[in-house]
């Protein structure tokens, strides 16, 4: 059975800095990996989908890696800026059904 | 161009009773799926339609869940009878074509429900 797992749970760094947060999956037999944002009472916005066989992703001050033979995937953030602040979630597919297995989630805070 | 919409954004019902969430996706988008995130646990998958058929359910939690796409446009999870445990947060989400292809996945804000 597939488990995400985003560590840190929760993270508060001044403007400005760059950040990295981490996420691990169990199964590496994973068809792709896919970054959102969530905002407090909002729905889940896609910011990088990665692909089994790329490496990484880019979007504009955003860069995703991907490690599928370790299980791991980094969310790079440069130049954090307060409006960065949200949550970030990292979920994986498996081949066979369109279905996501989410982690828990970083909440970030960026402070002016 | 409208985004995915659900209603109630918050219901608050007693224990046993019946509660019917609605979603509408974007127009022309034929994948709709639901998940949920109940408090302190992750986001977990509850089911794919692709149109009015249903793809996969294997994440719907017992036969209390019924979900239906009638038409293949707008969606309903109805949830009877409620339990405690089915609070939390219960989000729609749609696409266009297949997501893992191009990653275009869109979200509604989430129905809250809270079962008293």
């Known amino acids: 059975k597939q488990e995400v797992t985003q560590i840190p749970a929760a993270l508060s760094v001044p403007e400005g800095e760059n950040l990295v947060l981490n996420c691990s999956f169990t199964d590496s037999a994973i068809y792709n990996l896919q970054w959102f944002r969530q905002d407090p009472g909002k729905g889940l916005t896609s910011l990088l989908l990665?692909?089994?066989?790329?490496r990484e992703q880019t979007s504009g001050r955003l860069n995703a890696s991907l490690d599928k033979s370790s299980g791991r995937s980094t969310l790079y953030i440069a130049a954090s800026q307060p409006g960065d602040s949200a949550t970030y979630l990292c979920a994986v597919n498996q081949g066979g059904s369109e279905k996501l297995v989410f982690g828990k989630g970083t909440k970030l805070t960026v402070n002016p | 161009e409208a985004g995915v919409t659900q209603f109630p954004s918050h219901s608050v019902i007693e224990k046993g009773q019946t509660v019917t969430l609605r979603c509408d996706p974007i127009?022309?988008?034929?994948?709709l799926y639901w998940y949920r995130r109940v408090m302190g646990k992750e986001i977990k998958f509850l089911l794919h339609?692709?149109?009015?058929?249903?793809?996969?359910e294997s994440g719907m939690p017992n036969n209390r869940f019924l979900a239906e796409r009638t038409g293949g446009t707008y969606s309903t999870l109805k949830v009877q009878p409620a339990e405690l445990e089915d609070s939390g947060v219960y989000f729609c989400?749609?696409?266009?074509?297949?997501?893992?292809?191009?990653?275009?996945?869109?979200f509604g804000e989430g129905s809250r429900l809270t079962v008293l």
């Open positions: 339609f692709v149109k009015e058929s249903k793809q996969d």
């Open positions: 127009s022309g988008h034929d994948n």
């Open positions: 990665i692909q089994s066989s790329q």
């Open positions: 989400a749609s696409s266009r074509t297949v997501r893992r292809y191009t990653g275009e996945l869109f």
